[in-house]
């Protein structure tokens, strides 16, 4: 019923610049966090970025300084803008977030289809 559809990938030079773009859509009370997974081919998803619904946000050691996540509340999005990119953020991006389809409800999660982001050196 909640749908989460990603955007924004594409291929791109080492040192380069992308921003992706998640949007929610369905039936949701309230989004309690949202984040970003990416998964480079034989191996396991990683979290990249989550952002609470206070905008606390927690980052990857390997893409702190140079990725930021940011959300609209109002739009139910959240971006990922990804600077100084290098060929080893090469993955598929993964959208998530958890999130109340009514107050008193118990919190569930859905992923997004994913989009690529490929890093040339």
């Known amino acids: 019923q909640v749908q989460l559809v990603e955007s924004g990938g594409g291929l791109v030079q080492a040192g380069g610049s992308l921003r992706l773009s998640c949007a929610a859509s369905?039936?949701?009370?309230?989004?309690?966090?949202m984040g970003w997974y990416r998964q480079a081919p034989g191996k396991q998803r990683e979290l990249v970025a989550t952002?609470?619904?206070?905008?606390?946000?927690n980052y990857a050691d390997s893409v702190k300084g140079r990725f930021t996540i940011s959300r609209d509340n109002v739009q139910r999005t959240v971006s990922l803008q990804m600077n100084s990119l290098r060929p080893e953020d090469t993955a598929v991006y993964y959208c998530?977030?958890?999130?109340?389809?009514?107050?008193?409800?118990?919190?569930?999660?859905?992923w997004g289809q994913g989009t690529q982001v490929t890093v040339s050196s």
């Open positions: 998530n977030a958890v999130f109340l389809t009514v107050w008193y409800g118990t919190p569930r999660s859905a």
């Open positions: 952002i609470s619904s206070g905008d606390n946000t």
């Open positions: 369905g039936s949701i009370f309230k989004i309690n966090d």
